[in-house]
């Protein structure tokens, strides 16, 4: 099959996530556009709000030189740009509720500027554009591609090799069968040279800070990803994506702005319509 960008599936680990979580779900994040205005769309809520805006300071402080980093607060960059998700932007419900979310947001970031650990070591970026992230050919002859956007990447000089760090705002930790790292791994490997010699997730609200994780195997990290991308394929092909609950967690909010129940607060910088309930 020739390959065509255009044409091809994409997947991520959001939209995989979408689609193991529920079909239905997957279908209106990833594939359902609002015919008045071309737009996919998602509900914000208070969590995706908070990481979203630690992840934007955090992830910035890559396009720095090392010893430029950390000369403005990280506090003060996180003032700055809150206002993008203030109020109904990001899912608050009143003042009380956002101050809640806002000083964890600060929090965290102290904590970081106090102890920033590799953030004060060289980071490597993968080359991508203002449309689309890093991605890659997961299979040329299925035509599906595998993007995502890597939160860090550590260079470390003694063997010229890569840590991957993925920072995680929310409280509970990831489980162990997630696929994020594989797809990371997949990621880094085929979007840049060097070797990956660590993967980590960096626990913001928690104690236990950055956790080492067992390097992923990649033979059976591409097995596992390409087997979901498949099967995403194949629901697209088919236009068959049915809830198992007629009804869940994950597509009733979503099912809710279909029916007019949820207010629409703006726009993202991905051009999503962003809507809360």
Not at 126 to 132: E, H, V
Not at 138 to 151: P, R, T, V, Y
Request: aromatic share 10%; hydrophobic share 35%.
């Amino acid at each position: 099959m020739t390959e065509d960008k255009y044409k091809a599936v994409w997947v991520s680990h959001s939209s995989i996530s979408d689609f193991l979580k529920c079909p239905r779900a997957y279908y209106l994040r990833n594939v359902y556009k609002d015919p008045r205005t071309g737009h996919k769309m998602t509900v914000v809520a208070p969590p995706l709000a908070l990481g979203g805006a630690v992840h934007e300071v955090l992830e910035a402080l890559s396009e720095l030189p090392v010893d430029e980093r950390f000369k403005v607060s990280l506090v003060k960059k996180f003032e700055t740009l809150w206002s993008k998700y203030s109020g109904k932007l990001g899912g608050f419900t009143d003042h009380e509720q956002e101050q809640t979310y806002k000083e964890r947001g600060i929090q965290m970031l102290i904590n970081v500027q106090e102890d920033p650990g590799p953030l004060v070591n060289k980071a490597v970026k993968i080359k991508s554009s203002s449309i689309n992230l890093p991605n890659y050919w997961l299979s040329s002859d299925e035509n599906i591609i595998l993007c995502g956007k890597i939160d860090w990447l550590e260079y470390l000089p003694k063997n010229d090799s890569v840590h991957i760090i993925d920072f995680k705002t929310g409280k509970n930790e990831e489980k162990e069968d997630s696929l994020q790292l594989p797809i990371y791994l997949l990621l880094v490997k085929n979007c840049q040279k060097r070797a990956v010699a660590k993967v980590s997730y960096w626990y913001l609200d928690q104690d236990s800070g950055i956790v080492q994780k067992k390097l992923p195997d990649e033979a059976e990290s591409y097995e596992r990803v390409y087997e979901v991308a498949k099967r995403i394929k194949l629901a697209r092909q088919l236009n068959h994506f049915v809830c198992s609950h007629k009804g869940c967690r994950y597509c009733l909010p979503l099912e809710k702005v279909l029916k007019g129940e949820a207010e629409k607060v703006g726009v993202s910088d991905t051009r999503q319509d962003i809507y809360i309930l």
